[in-house]
């Protein structure tokens, strides 16, 4: 792994083990191999979620970090631009499911 990245979290699953978080050494950068809103928003058995307690209060930890972080920032979207973006992106359709292109 580069010395500008930092592992900061492992997972240790029956399937495998990897790095499933990192932040960057040098630069403000912050790196998932998860999706951490699937705790408190995916209900769907297939997908084996943890909806424990502990696993709710620790994405909602990580979305006000990210949250946080972006408040440090002066930078400003304009509203018309992401609209025209978001109204640009594919939508594909799995079954029950929709994801978007990006």
Known sequence: MSTRLVPVGLSNSEEAHYVSMVEGS????????FRPDK?????????????SHGARR?????????VDQARLSDNVV???VLIKQVNNLKKIR???KFY???
């Open 26 to 33: 040098k630069h403000p950068l912050i790196g998932f191999a």
């Open 39 to 51: 705790t408190m928003y995916v209900f769907e058995q297939e997908d084996k979620v943890d909806h």
């Open 100 to 102: 978007f292109e990006v």
């Open 94 to 96: 799995e079954g029950k």
């Open 78 to 80: 304009d509203e018309n």
């Open 58 to 66: 620790h994405s909602q930890k990580i979305a006000h970090f990210f």
